[in-house]
């Protein structure tokens, strides 16, 4: 992930389903973890745009 911020990218979500865990990256801020989310948004990256998590675990 450190690799697309590197090169630009605005926001990351890394989704692991078998702990219903998501870690988010953003460039020169700490990683934040969410446990279980119903959802993620988009921020003012993608704004608008909003994941259903739960249809991934």
Known sequence: M?????TGAQLGWLIDPLEKRV???RPKQAVE??????SLDG?????GFVLDVRELW
């Open 2 to 6: 450190q690799e697309y911020l590197a």
């Open 23 to 25: 870690h988010i990256y």
């Open 33 to 38: 973890i969410r446990d279980d989310p119903a």
């Open 43 to 47: 921020e003012a990256v993608l704004t």
